[in-house]
Nanobody, 115 residues
Framework: QVQLVESGGGLVQPGGSLRLSCTAS????????MRWYRQAPGKEREWVAS???????DYADSVKGRFIISRDNDKSTVYLQMNSLKSEDTAVYYC?????????WGQGTQVTVSL
């Protein structure tokens, strides 16, 4: 059974930083494509960042230059370092694992950017 467990969310002031983690189990992590998505209240879920099995990364324009996605295959964990946070980054953040045609989601972690 594949499980994705996210952590690291919380409340942070504008301009601050947070690091999200997502640990996978039950699957060969190193061969998987990992993505972060987010969903703000009243909005559709949107893609934030991706990292492939080779370490190649890609980012949504809204977070480029502020967020960094990385992975540790030994720990089966993907990270999202979020810097210079803005109020519009407030959302539930979800990690997503793709292995071939199979896709799995984590339960989500809340990030709130507010004074």
């Amino acid at each position: 059974q594949v499980q994705l467990v996210e952590s690291g969310g919380g409340l942070v002031q504008p301009g601050g930083s947070l690091r999200l983690s997502c640990t996978a189990s039950g699957i060969i992590f190193r061969l998987s494509i990992m993505r972060w998505y987010r969903q703000a209240p009243g909005k559709e879920r949107e893609w934030v960042a991706s990292i492939g099995s080779t370490g190649m990364t890609d980012y949504a324009d809204s977070v480029k230059g502020r967020f960094i996605i990385s992975r540790d295959n030994d720990k089966s964990t993907v990270y999202l370092q979020m810097n210079s946070l803005k109020s519009e980054d407030t959302a539930v953040y979800y990690c997503n694992l793709q292995a071939s045609s199979l896709v799995f989601w984590g339960q989500g972690t809340q990030v709130t950017v507010s004074l």
